[in-house]
């Protein structure tokens, strides 16, 4: 009885135009990201990120944090065979997770601190981040997770695998591409070459931000 009231209510009533918008604009933008969503999720399962956070923000340790990163960056890199897969070098991090957060640890002894360094390989939320030749959506990665100490400095973002980022680095997305890592579709999404980047991008930001707010994170 009800639900055939409403129904008829429904039927016999025309939507407003500012009404009829705000729906079509509610549907545009779930398509949308759901869209770009999937485009983050098929480039995040190609990739491994690097996620280093500080002792503290002093200065010191905000120095020292970027040394960590240079040396376990150039500690796993040494340990990926030629050619490696990205299943290949997700299990080699996971099996040398003690070795990675020992040469981080080198570096923090060597600068006369005692703060201890861990390292592990878990799911983590990034932002977009932007770097000198690249840039990567905002989204859930898996990531190389290097904590120096108490862990409440700023973060460094960058990329474990495939080796893309800093000086040390020995590949570039287009090397990293035609090795067959990354689709033409994601090395255009990662070097700008997409139009519509910055919109995708921002419409994960905005995306992340909501689920945040819903999930109480």
Request: net charge negative; glycine share 8%; with cysteine.
């Given at each position: 009885m009800y639900?055939?009231?409403?129904?008829?209510?429904?039927?016999?009533?025309?939507l407003k135009r500012w009404e009829v918008a705000l729906l079509c604009g509610v549907l545009a933008a779930l398509l949308w990201s759901a869209w770009a969503?999937?485009?983050?999720?098929?480039?995040?399962?190609?990739?491994?990120?690097?996620?280093?956070?500080?002792?503290?923000?002093?200065?010191?340790?905000?120095?020292?944090k970027l040394a960590v990163r240079d040396r376990v960056l150039e500690q796993a890199e040494g340990l990926y065979p030629e050619d490696a897969t990205l299943e290949q070098a997700r299990e080699i991090l996971e099996d040398n997770l003690?070795?990675?957060?020992?040469?981080?640890?080198?570096?923090?002894?060597?600068?006369?601190?005692?703060?201890p360094v861990t390292a592990q390989l878990e799911e983590c939320w990034f932002p977009t981040k932007e770097y000198e030749n690249f840039a990567l959506p905002a989204g859930e990665y898996t990531a190389l997770r290097v904590v120096?100490?108490?862990?409440?400095g700023q973060n460094w973002w960058c990329?474990?695998?495939?080796?893309?980022?800093?000086?040390?680095?020995?590949?570039?997305?287009e090397e990293a591409t035609a090795a067959g890592l990354f689709t033409e579709d994601q090395a255009g999404l990662m070097t700008r070459e997409n139009e519509g980047y910055v919109l995708k991008f921002k419409s994960l930001e905005l995306l992340g931000e909501l689920r945040g707010l819903l999930t109480g994170n």
């Amino acid at each position: 009885m009800y639900y055939i009231g409403w129904t008829v209510f429904f039927m016999d009533r025309k939507l407003k135009r500012w009404e009829v918008a705000l729906l079509c604009g509610v549907l545009a933008a779930l398509l949308w990201s759901a869209w770009a969503g999937q485009e983050q999720a098929e480039l995040a399962g190609q990739v491994i990120r690097l996620h280093v956070l500080a002792n503290s923000d002093s200065q010191a340790d905000q120095e020292l944090k970027l040394a960590v990163r240079d040396r376990v960056l150039e500690q796993a890199e040494g340990l990926y065979p030629e050619d490696a897969t990205l299943e290949q070098a997700r299990e080699i991090l996971e099996d040398n997770l003690d070795e990675l957060a020992a040469a981080g640890q080198q570096v923090v002894d060597e600068a006369g601190k005692d703060y201890p360094v861990t390292a592990q390989l878990e799911e983590c939320w990034f932002p977009t981040k932007e770097y000198e030749n690249f840039a990567l959506p905002a989204g859930e990665y898996t990531a190389l997770r290097v904590v120096i100490g108490e862990g409440e400095g700023q973060n460094w973002w960058c990329v474990a695998f495939p080796p893309l980022c800093l000086g040390a680095a020995t590949e570039s997305v287009e090397e990293a591409t035609a090795a067959g890592l990354f689709t033409e579709d994601q090395a255009g999404l990662m070097t700008r070459e997409n139009e519509g980047y910055v919109l995708k991008f921002k419409s994960l930001e905005l995306l992340g931000e909501l689920r945040g707010l819903l999930t109480g994170n």
